[in-house]
C-alpha cells in the first residue's frame, strides 16, 4: 500500500502537517482526513552540526508547510512531529537520541512557541507502526512487531492491539547486546545490534573487510547478487545478530507478525528469506511469527505522525484528553 500522489485540496479543507525527522532525512506532508497527501516536502536531517541546528530545520520544515497549505487555501488543524531516539509522548519530550544528540529536551512545547502551531510530538518509529498497524502490512494483526532498518534500528510493539510504549524507552531494540564486549556503540554499550546490522554499520563493515568504499547497504546488497564473499561474510553476521534479536522478542512477547521497514528491507528477499531461515531454525515452543516487509515503506513514519495528528485534533475538539 502507497499513500497517494500529491493533489491540491478544495479551499478551506481541513488538514495536518506531518513531519517524520529521521537520521538522514525528514520528509513532511500535508494530510487530509483520509490520508491524502495535499503537499510534501523533503530535507536533509542536519545532525552533524548538532541538535540546535536540527531544531532549527525541524521548525523551518514545519513553517514552509504551514505556507504551503495557505497557499492551496486549506487550514492547518495540527502539526504531528515524530523524531528518533526516547520519546516521552505524554510528557512531549525528547529524552535522548544518540544519534541527533539531544537529551531531555521539552520540544513539543519548543516547537508550538517557535511555530505559532499546536504541536503533537510523538516517537518516529511507533507512529510508523501505528500506521503500518492501521493502514498497511499489519492491519489484521493484533500482536505484531514493526522493525524499520535505517541509520539506526529501534521498534515498535503492539500486544493485543495496544503499543507498548513504556514512558518512552520501550523498542529500542537496536541497542540489545547481541555481541557482548563488542564494537563501541553510540549509546555507550558494546556490541548492540545498530554496530552490526543498520545500513551505517554494513556499509562501514564491508569498507574496513574489503578496503575499498561503497555508497550505501544497497550496493552492499548489490554486491552480495554478484557472489562478491566480503559482502556475504558482512550480510551474514548482520543476519546473524538481526536472528538473535528477534529470537529474544519472539520468546519474550510472542507477537504473530513481524514487520521489516526501512531502508535495508528494501532488499526484500535477500534479507528477509534467510532472516526468516534463521529464525526459524533457532525458535523451539515459540509462536512462529509471520516475517512480512512493510506496506508503507518510507512513508510509514510520515502518515503515522499525521494519524496522532488527527487523534490529538479530534480529542482537543471534543475536549478528551489527546494523552490517553
Request: net charge negative.
Amino acid at each position: 500500500m502507497t499513500a497517494p500522489s500529491t493533489s491540491r485540496g478544495p479551499e478551506g479543507q481541513p488538514c495536518v502537517i506531518a513531519l517524520d525527522v529521521g537520521g538522514t532525512s525528514m520528509k513532511g506532508a500535508l494530510l487530509d482526513r483520509e490520508m491524502k497527501p495535499l503537499g510534501r516536502l523533503r530535507r536533509a536531517t542536519p545532525r552533524r552540526h548538532g541538535p540546535e541546528a536540527v531544531i532549527a530545520e525541524i521548525v523551518a520544515a514545519v513553517q514552509a508547510l504551514n505556507e504551503q497549505a495557505a497557499g492551496y487555501g486549506v487550514s492547518v488543524r495540527r502539526v504531528g512531529v515524530v523524531v528518533p531516539g526516547i520519546v516521552d509522548e505524554v510528557a512531549e519530550r525528547a529524552v535522548y537520541s544518540a544519534n541527533i544528540g539531544w537529551e531531555n529536551l521539552a520540544l513539543g512545547s519548543m516547537l508550538q512557541e517557535a511555530t505559532g502551531l499546536p504541536v503533537s510530538l510523538g516517537h518516529d518509529v511507533r507512529a510508523g507502526g501505528a500506521a503500518e498497524f492501521r493502514l498497511g502490512a499489519a492491519r489484521n494483526a493484533r500482536d505484531v512487531l514493526f522493525m524499520p532498518i535505517g541509520t539506526g534500528i529501534s521498534a515498535a510493539l503492539f500486544c493485543d492491539g495496544r503499543p507498548v510504549r513504556g514512558l518512552g524507552y520501550a523498542g529500542e531494540l537496536g541497542h540489545m547486546s547481541v555481541e557482548p564486549g563488542g564494537e563501541l556503540c553510540a549509546c555507550g554499550a558494546r556490541g548492540c545490534l545498530e554496530t552490526l546490522a543498520s545500513a551505517a554499520a554494513i556499509t562501514a563493515a564491508y569498507s574496513a573487510r574489503s578496503g575499498r568504499g561503497v555508497d550505501g547497504a544497497a550496493a552492499v546488497a548489490a554486491l552480495l547478487t554478484h557472489g562478491d564473499p566480503d559482502a556475504q561474510a558482512v550480510w551474514d553476521r548482520a543476519v546473524d545478530a538481526l536472528t538473535t534479536a528477534l529470537a529474544a522478542v519472539t520468546t519474550c512477547f510472542a507477537p504473530e507478525l513481524i514487520v521489516l521497514g526501512g531502508g535495508l528491507a528494501q532488499a526484500d528477499g535477500l534479507l528477509l528469506d534467510p532472516l526468516r531461515a534463521r529464525l526459524m531454525e533457532r525458535l523451539t515452543f515459540q509462536r512462529r511469527p509471520e516475517l512480512v516487509r512493510s506496506e508503507l515503506g518510507d512513508e510509514a513514519g510520515c502518515l503515522g505522525a499525521a494519524l496522532m495528528a488527527w487523534q490529538a485534533a479530534d480529542d482537543t475538539t471534543t475536549g478528551d484528553d489527546p494523552c490517553h
